[in-house]
Every structure is written in structure tokens, then in C-alpha cells.
T-cell receptor, first 113, second 113 residues
Framework: NAGVTQTPKFQVLKTGQSMTLQCAQD?????MSWYRQDPGMGLRLIHY???????DQGEVPNGYNVSRSTTEDFPLRLLSAAPSQTSVYFC????????????FGSGTRLTVV | GQQLNQSPQSMFIQEGEDVSMNCTSS?????WLWYKQEPGEGPVLLIA?????ELTSNGRLTAQFGITRKDSFLNISASIPSDVGIYFC?????????????FGKGTLLTVNP
């Protein structure tokens, strides 16, 4: 049982490039979300989804797109990377009554130069 | 949006010392969760609390759900080097959606052997 799988683990982009961060889960969780973590800022919610075909913006959505075509996958797209998007990105999922909160992936460390 | 004030922001302690950290909110929460994030990994759930006044232990860790429902505390006894990491509190607002958690900004714990 893999839980929440994020790929890649590390990525370096040049300003203006685009890329997709992948998140896959095998727990049949209806809720999936993306957070970014920056020093001193804690975890900030980018986008989230409560089920296939449903997405919504979080606290810091600008510069990011998401889609949810299946229960298992929730990719995060950077359309035109900027140095301000240098961060560690976490996918978090949850389901049922959410009594155990979220399950987090191991993160993607992104550097934009 | 909802905010959690987590303190202290960081702690540097000697091995064997006890540690205390807390989270406070201006509004009532019906669930409190404590996570630990080790370097290079995603946060992992340590303890979940569901009732005001509840005291729950997990090994050397003890957490309490404040009786006002606006705060929670985490204590670590007899710290060891592997306790190093960032500790996050998270809460579910009373009356809010099941899937919506609010996170504190974290307490960075460093343990000196």
C-alpha cells in the first residue's frame, strides 16, 4: 500500500518553463490538495479537490493550475515558472470522516532559477 | 480565514529535557491534530484529539484538547535526538467542512545530544 506518491522528488526549472508535479493515491480518498511550504510561512494551501471533476482555489492559487479527472490523481501544473515558486510542495489527501486528518506525500523540492 | 497561533516558533534543547508547545485559536475547534515533519519528509500524524479536556499519549508524547476548545498542547518528555523536526498543530473548525483543516506555522525542534 503506497499511500500518497509524489513525483519528482527534486526538480530545477528555468524561469518561464512549465512543468507538472504528480500526486497519486491508492487509499480511495475523495479529498486531495496541494500545499507549499516555505521557511517561516508554514503550510499554505494552493488548490484542493473534494472529488473527481471538482476543484477549488486555496490561499495561494496564482500561477498554478489543477485538474481532477480520476479519484487517484491530482496533478499540479506550473504554467510559467517564477523564482517565487521555489518551494517544497506537498500533496495531502483525506477521506471518510477525516478523523485522522490528512495523509501527506513526501514532497517535491522545486527550485526555479 | 481561520488562523492558528503556534508557539514557540523554534526550540533548541538538550537531550533529556522536556518540551512543551501549544496552539491557540480565536474560534472553537472540534478536532485537534498534531503532526511531526522530519527533514526531507512530509508531515506524519502523531496524535488526534476529539473532545474538550481530552488527554492522549503516544509514547513520550502527550497532547491535550483545551477545555475552552480554542487551544491544544503537546508535551514531549525526556527528549532524544530523533525528536528533531517540525511539529505542526492542525484543527477542524466547529461547524466547518469535515475536510477543511487549519494548520499552525510549526515549531522547529532541535535536540542537542
Amino acid at each position: 500500500n503506497a499511500g500518497v506518491t509524489q513525483t519528482p522528488k527534486f526538480q530545477v526549472l528555468k524561469t518561464g518553463q512549465s512543468m507538472t508535479l504528480q500526486c497519486a493515491q491508492d487509499m480511495n480518498h475523495e479529498y486531495m490538495s496541494w500545499y507549499r511550504q516555505d521557511p517561516g510561512m508554514g503550510l499554505r494551501l494552493i488548490h484542493y479537490s473534494v472529488g473527481a471533476g471538482i476543484t477549488d482555489q486555496g490561499e495561494v492559487p496564482n500561477g498554478y493550475n489543477v485538474s481532477r479527472s480520476t479519484t487517484e490523481d491530482f496533478p499540479l501544473r506550473l504554467l510559467s515558472a517564477a523564482p517565487s515558486q521555489t518551494s517544497v510542495y506537498f500533496c495531502a489527501t483525506g477521506g471518510g470522516a477525516f478523523i485522522r486528518g490528512y495523509t501527506f506525500g513526501s514532497g517535491t523540492r522545486l527550485t526555479v532559477v | 480565514g481561520q488562523q492558528l497561533n503556534q508557539s514557540p516558533q523554534s526550540m533548541f534543547i538538550q537531550e533529556g529535557e522536556d518540551v512543551s508547545m501549544n496552539c491557540t485559536s480565536s474560534s472553537i475547534f472540534n478536532t485537534w491534530l498534531w503532526y511531526k515533519q522530519e527533514p526531507g519528509e512530509g508531515p506524519v500524524l502523531l496524535i488526534a484529539l476529539y473532545k474538550a479536556g481530552e488527554l492522549t499519549s503516544n509514547g513520550r508524547l502527550t497532547a491535550q484538547f483545551g477545555i475552552t476548545r480554542k487551544d491544544s498542547f503537546l508535551n514531549i518528555s525526556a527528549s532524544i535526538p530523533s525528536d528533531v523536526g517540525i511539529y505542526f498543530c492542525a484543527g477542524r473548525h466547529s461547524g466547518g467542512s469535515n475536510y477543511k483543516l487549519t494548520f499552525g506555522k510549526g515549531t522547529l525542534l532541535t535536540v542537542n545530544p
